[in-house]
């Protein structure tokens, strides 16, 4: 089919099907008997057995669909971008920046703020490190960049608060130290979902 | 209880200890507090269900499951502002949900809500009491009820068109067509089990279908028990028919000017209505509390599964419209329902 059928809007010109969608009834006679038929088919009992069936399900079943949010989160994608998160080094438990500063660089709506130093050992330490929630537009690429992978984006997507700060400081991104067992790595993007293939569902093509 | 069938009133009567003053008073505050909680708790049991045929869980914070659900919305029905509008008529407007739920608890007057019974000696005052099954046993009680059930339509009348809203005219203008035609239909249904048993009064009735479940007076009328059944699905204004305040064409009806607890009164009336309804059908064509000892539980139990088809077909079928209402009541059910008193007639002659 080409791109000028599509285009052609003189409506009535083309070359309808008409559908068989039965006849609508002329005469009274067969007006009643529709409404007879249509009385003793039995339809509203299928209604009936199909809310009774989902209700089986749901009770006996586990079938219930309710996610009680707050206290129940569903998994959420690895590739979801949120808060991020500032990882360290499993061994050592050192973070994992080196300060190389190519997230303050490539971020684009210049909301990375950072500064570093050397320290006693004359490796680069970071001194100051802050996202300005503010102005991040969560584009990911301070992740994609990291030679490291010491920034990444998190599954924390709950971000009200009372002040964008609670965020922002290297410290609350940071991984703290009691939870470094907890550390979970970014599978980065173009990862899969968990479960992804028992969450395919056939496309309804019957209809 | 010694299940005994009596042929007429008089001898029924005279087999009975002595009615008094005070058992009638003891039922009269035992069925405003059994029905008053049933339909408060009602509300609870129409959200969870309908929430299980959805597969959702339905209210669950307000204590264990959600049970004390009912306690929370009663104390924000309480404490609502009680707004009458501007231009609305106001005493009309704020003595309509009261009609509501004084007709819906004064019909529950002259029906069986459970078995007579004797308050034992040792309970101080009162006891050797006897208690009545009916509060007030009429014996037209069935001509009562209905007739109760249909002066409450002025509830919804009256505060549709004192509320100087146009949904709440429109819904006012349907609770007449709708009250009034299935009022019809609820009438001419039961009439066919009246000329069966020959008597108006439940407790003949309950009498009458008293030998088990082969007496039960559905087997004998079954056209006339699906008859009462929708017809009482429109007079407790459910879903299919409820018309009268159905949120996607008329905001929300005769209600809609409504809040706090003068609202709640014409929940707690459309919820009685609802068990009135439940009772008339279990003690006129399923046997009532005829069981013996047992009749209470299975007079609990009839009315229970009235209940929940109520909220089951909610959770089911969809609204009709309405003039597929007034169709369905002059057209169809109201001939059914005529030929159905003919044939009963002629069948009584033969």
Not at chain 2, 16 to 36: C, D, M, N, Q, Y
Not at chain 2, 75 to 97: H, W
Request: hydrophobic share 50%; net charge negative.
């Amino acid at each position: 089919m080409g791109l000028e059928q599509f285009k052609n809007r003189n409506v009535g010109q083309q070359e309808y099907v008409l559908l068989d969608v039965g006849h609508s009834p002329k005469t009274g006679m067969d007006q009643f008997k529709q409404v007879v038929r249509r009385t003793f088919k039995g339809e509203l009992f299928v209604g009936l057995w199909v809310t009774m069936r989902e209700m089986i399900n749901a009770l006996f079943k586990g079938q219930m669909h309710t996610v009680k949010y707050p206290f129940e989160k569903l998994p959420i994608s690895p590739r979801y971008r949120a808060i991020h998160e500032m990882l360290r080094l499993l061994e050592s438990g050192h973070y994992r920046c080196i300060g190389c500063g190519l997230c303050e660089k490539i971020c684009i709506s210049n909301c990375i703020t950072m500064d570093t130093r050397y320290d006693e050992n004359q490796r680069k330490e970071v001194s100051e490190y802050t996202i300005n929630f503010g102005r991040c537009i969560f584009c990911g690429y301070c992740a994609e960049v990291c030679p490291e992978l010491a920034i990444v984006h998190g599954p924390r997507y709950e971000t009200a608060s009372e002040q964008r700060a609670s965020f922002s400081l290297f410290e609350d991104m940071l991984t703290p130290i009691d939870k470094l067992n907890l550390q979970q790595e970014y599978d980065g993007f173009g990862a899969v979902t968990p479960y992804a293939d028992e969450n395919i569902k056939k496309t309804p093509l019957a209809y | 209880m010694e299940v005994t069938t009596y042929t007429n009133v008089e001898t029924f009567v005279t087999h009975l200890p002595e009615v008094t003053a005070v058992g009638v008073w003891i039922k009269a505050i035992i069925i405003l507090a059994v029905i008053s909680a049933i339909a408060g708790f009602g509300t609870y049991i129409e959200r969870k269900v309908l929430a299980f045929m959805q597969r959702r869980l339905g209210p669950m914070h307000v204590g264990p499951y959600g049970l004390l659900q009912l306690v929370a919305d009663g104390i924000k029905l309480f404490t609502k502002e009680d707004i009458v509008p501007q231009n609305a008529n106001r005493l009309i407007f704020m003595l309509a949900p009261i009609i509501t739920a004084a007709t819906a608890f004064i019909a529950l007057a002259a029906v069986p809500v459970f078995p007579d019974f004797t308050i034992p000696e040792w309970i101080p005052v009162i006891g050797g009491t006897f208690v009545p099954s009916i509060a007030a046993d009429l014996n037209v009680g069935i001509l009562f009820v209905l007739g109760m059930m249909a002066a409450g339509l002025y509830g919804p009348l009256l505060a549709g068109m004192a509320q100087a809203n146009k949904w709440g005219i429109i819904g006012a203008a349907r609770t007449a067509i709708q009250f009034l035609s299935y009022e019809v239909v609820t009438g001419l249904s039961i009439l066919a089990p009246i000329m069966l048993v020959g008597s108006l009064s439940f407790v003949d009735f309950n009498n009458a279908q008293a030998g088990g479940i082969s007496h039960w007076l559905i087997w004998q009328q079954p056209v006339a028990f699906v008859l009462f059944l929708i017809a009482g699905f429109a007079e407790t204004n459910r879903t299919p028919f409820d018309l009268l305040e159905h949120e996607a064409e008329v905001v929300s009806g005769y209600a809609t000017e409504y809040s706090g607890m003068r609202w709640g009164m014409f929940f707690i009336g459309e919820y009685a209505n609802m068990i009135t309804i439940s009772i008339i059908a279990a003690v006129v064509f399923l046997g009532g509390y005829s069981e013996g000892g047992l009749g209470w539980l299975t007079i609990i139990l009839k009315v229970g599964f009235f209940f929940f088809l109520m909220l089951w077909v909610r959770a089911a079928w969809p609204h009709v419209r309405p003039d597929q209402l007034m169709w369905l009541c002059w057209k169809v059910l109201m001939p059914i329902a005529v030929i159905n008193v003919v044939i009963t007639g002629i069948v009584m002659m033969v």
